[in-house]
Nanobody, 122 residues
């Protein structure tokens, strides 16, 4: 069984920074795409950033230049460094990963963490 566990959320003032972490554990053979999505109150879940196994990245326009996604394959962990935070970044942030648990499975299955709350407020 695979688990994704996020950490690093909390309350921060506008203009501040936070770093989210998400560690994958369990019966993992390979990890392909990893990323972060978020869901603000009353809104649909949206993509924040993705990173491939080769470290190619993709960002939502709303966070480009402020957020940086990275991963440590040896630790099966993905990070999201969030700078210049704005009140509109307030949301529950969910970790995502495409993981295969058996050999010769080159697409894997989608797994999600339970989410960590980020609140940007004075």
């Amino acid at each position: 069984q695979v688990q994704l566990v996020e950490s690093g959320g909390g309350l921060v003032q506008p203009g501040g920074s936070l770093r989210l972490s998400c560690a994958a554990s369990g019966s993992i053979f390979s990890i392909y795409l990893m990323g972060w999505h978020r869901q603000a109150p009353g809104k649909q879940r949206e993509l924040v950033a993705l990173i491939s196994s080769g470290s190619s990245t993709n960002y939502a326009d709303s966070v480009k230049g402020r957020f940086t996604i990275s991963r440590d394959n040896a630790k099966s962990t993905v990070y999201l460094q969030m700078n210049s935070l704005k009140p509109e970044d307030t949301a529950v942030y969910y970790c995502y990963a495409q993981i295969s648990t058996i050999p010769n499975d080159y697409s894997g299955m989608d797994y999600w963490g339970k989410g960590t709350l980020v609140t940007v407020s004075l």
